[in-house]
């Protein structure tokens, strides 16, 4: 009998051999093409060798204020408003102020009667001198009081030009072209002459405030360059030059402000932004800016994956690191602003895989 088994399951066996033989003896499965995120390099002017945080700020910004004592009646703009010279941004109630003005109109009116009274009176003592009926210490006494209401009356026209002047400071006007940076004031409150009512940033330039601690104010001279970073533009940087530096320090920081001007600002750079502000080595050799996640490791030497625009494939290439910041790796050799490199998943790579390549911008 076990013969007989054995007889009936050899060819079974065979069978079933045949049978896997045919299902796994198909073409090999193709290969994934998996998405690549890539990016190309930022240029450095030159090495960083520190950097500070600031914000955008105008070259000239004043607070103005009414030139009277009164209550606000309205505001005609907003916070962030573009005005011209000369456009209205605030007015007091003029009810005092025109009772002034009326005042001091009544009182020209009044020396004006006075001097004409003292004219009168002078020819006539005139008359009296000549024909001797009184005396010539009289006749100077009358003159005196001739000459004392003509002040008067020059001290009246004064005041009255005062009052007209302040009947139009009761409208706060623009002194120049510029953006509204902030109220100090409301519709209803009483202000004093001369108290800041509104904040005013005049169109022009602008720069950015970076503070400075005391250790190191002395390397910040006037003019030396530097690169601007917007923190909402990461890509964005701007070539500018260190205008000032503040001659004392912050009495609550105890740090020096440094302004820093832009040599050629786009509409992207707004007032108020905050800043990266790096000072570079002009000696350094000029250098690239990658993220830290794009390095990898060969030979314990660093590289970068680089893609191959026309086959989409990404090869390995040695670089030079010139050093870790922050905000990336800059790299003095190896790489240039044109090339494409991989910066997500570099340890799952291989040489000339084939990648379908996503750009960092679309990605975030």
């Not at 009184?134 to 209401?149: D, G, H, M, P, T």
Request: some cysteine.
């Amino acid at each position: 009998m076990q013969a007989e088994h054995r007889k009936w399951l050899w060819p079974l066996g065979l069978a079933l051999t045949a049978a896997l033989a045919a299902c796994g003896g198909g073409e090999k499965p193709k290969e994934v093409i998996r998405p690549a995120i890539v990016a190309s390099p930022v240029a450095l002017e030159s090495l960083t060798i520190e950097s500070y945080s600031g914000d955008v700020r105008p070259r000239y910004q004043s607070s103005l204020g009414f030139r009277v004592l009164g209550k606000i009646r309205l505001r005609l703009v907003d916070t962030g408003a573009v005005v011209k010279k000369g456009q209205v941004l605030a007015e007091l109630e003029p009810q005092d102020i025109d009772l002034q003005r009326t005042s001091a109109e009544a009182a020209v009116a009044s020396a004006e009667a006075d001097l004409a009274l003292a004219d009168a009176e002078l020819e006539r003592h005139r008359q009296l001198l000549e024909k001797n009926y009184i005396s010539k210490a009289l006749f100077e006494a009358r003159s005196n009081q001739q000459k004392a209401a003509a002040a008067r009356l020059e001290q009246a026209k004064a005041q009255l030009d005062v009052a007209r002047n302040q009947s139009s400071y009761t409208q706060l006007a623009a002194d120049a072209d510029g953006v509204v940076t902030q109220w100090f004031a409301e519709v209803g409150q009483v202000v004093a002459a001369g108290q800041p009512i509104v904040g005013l940033a005049r169109s022009g330039e602008i720069e950015a405030q970076i503070d400075v601690p005391e250790s190191r104010v002395a390397e910040f001279a006037k003019g030396r360059p530097v690169v601007v970073q917007l923190w909402a533009e990461r890509g964005s940087r701007y070539a500018g030059k260190v205008r000032e530096v503040a001659p004392s320090a912050d009495p609550a920081t105890r740090t020096y402000a440094v302004r820093v001007s832009f040599d050629e600002p786009d509409q992207a750079v707004k007032i108020g932004m905050t800043t990266r502000v790096f000072f570079t080595d002009s000696a350094a050799p000029a250098s690239v800016l990658i993220p830290l996640s794009a390095l990898y490791e060969k030979d314990r030497k660093p590289a970068v994956w680089v893609l191959e625009p026309t086959k989409n494939t990404v090869n390995l290439r040695e670089v030079q690191v010139g050093q870790y910041r922050e905000d990336g790796v800059s790299i003095v050799a190896g790489l240039t602003t044109e090339d494409r490199i991989v910066t997500a998943g570099v340890h799952k790579l291989r040489v000339d895989q084939v990648v379908k390549p996503i750009d960092l911008e679309l990605a975030r």
